[in-house]
């Protein structure tokens, strides 16, 4: 197998998580913007409905507009991404959009339902700590040193694997060892 047959069919793999994320993403955001509002307009404070007052009505459409935009994103990105050469970029964009929609709006569930008295009574902090942990797993910009070595000792190790199955391999001769040296990778 070809070194870099394996590096493309795995950024491949990586683009196609993060787009999948993307769209898990979308769906977090308008499942917490929905939740929220229903709690909006059940919730009495002082006599009056909370989700009468303007404030929260104007934190409430910005959460609306950034699920929009990360939707229109997601689709653009999704149409794109079979594609050649084309998907990558809209999928990164898909997924930076989709984490700060999602994040912005969890967030704000959490404030709105500050009325619990404790976050963990209340469903909110599900959502944001889905957004947090969503944005921890598919946030790569860059690779320290040994996660580019262990990068590379995969992509050996995958070739070194079809080799055994006795696949064709591209790879030169006598290249068992793989110097691991430090570089930047951007997702």
Not at 48 to 63: C, P
Not at 67 to 89: N, V
Not at 97 to 113: V, Y
Request: with cysteine.
């Amino acid at each position: 197998m070809d070194k870099g047959a394996v590096a493309d069919t795995l950024a491949h793999i990586e683009l196609a998580a993060s787009l999948l994320a993307a769209a898990e993403m979308c769906g977090g955001t308008y499942s917490v913007i929905d939740y929220t509002l229903d709690y909006l307009k059940t919730r009495k404070q002082f006599g009056k409905l909370i989700g009468g007052y303007q404030s929260l009505k104007h934190t409430m459409v910005d959460a609306h507009m950034g699920y929009e935009r990360a939707r229109a994103h997601l689709y653009s990105a999704a149409f794109l991404f079979g594609q050649q050469g084309e998907g990558e970029i809209p999928v990164r964009m898909a997924k930076a959009e989709a984490e700060e929609a999602f994040a912005f709006a969890a967030d704000r569930a959490i404030q709105f339902h500050g009325g619990y008295g404790f976050t963990y009574d209340c469903d909110a902090q599900l959502y944001r700590r889905r957004a947090i942990w969503n944005a921890a797993l598919v946030r790569r910009c860059a690779l320290s040193p040994a996660q580019t070595c262990r990068f590379d000792v995969l992509i050996s190790d995958l070739c070194a694997l079809g080799n055994q199955q006795g696949i064709d391999s591209q790879q030169p001769a006598g290249d068992d060892k793989v110097e691991c040296v430090p570089t930047l990778r951007r997702s």
